[in-house]
């Protein structure tokens, strides 16, 4: 998963919305099954949008505040940045084919 940027409280702001790239936020828990899905989909996009969005993951066991500012009660949940504004907000373990649509309409 090296290629997967992941942030935290702390670096939340400066990585994802200030941003100059669009972004992509998975919010997950090591328990979760669904995010273990959702994960190697998470990397595997990260290599093919390298350069264009920005792609992380952010623990939500580890990290409180963040997910609690963007109302997140079910994982895995990702948010897409676009100008530091969420653009889009998927809930759930969806197939690649889908999260690469929702990814394309940030570029």
Request: aromatic share 8%; glycine share 6%; hydrophobic share 40%.
């Amino acid at each position: 998963m090296s290629d997967v940027l992941e942030v935290t409280d702390e670096t939340f702001e400066e990585q994802i919305v200030k941003s100059d790239l669009p972004a992509m936020v998975d919010f997950w828990a090591e328990w979760c099954g669904p995010c273990k899905m959702v994960g190697p989909v998470v990397a595997e996009l990260a290599k093919e949008y390298e350069g264009k969005i920005r792609i992380a993951k952010m623990n939500v066991d580890e990290n409180r505040q963040t997910p609690a500012k963007f109302g997140i009660r079910n994982i895995p949940t990702m948010i897409l940045f676009k100008g530091g504004e969420v653009a889009q907000t998927i809930v759930g373990a969806y197939p690649k084919s889908h999260i690469e649509e929702e990814l394309k309409k940030l570029l």
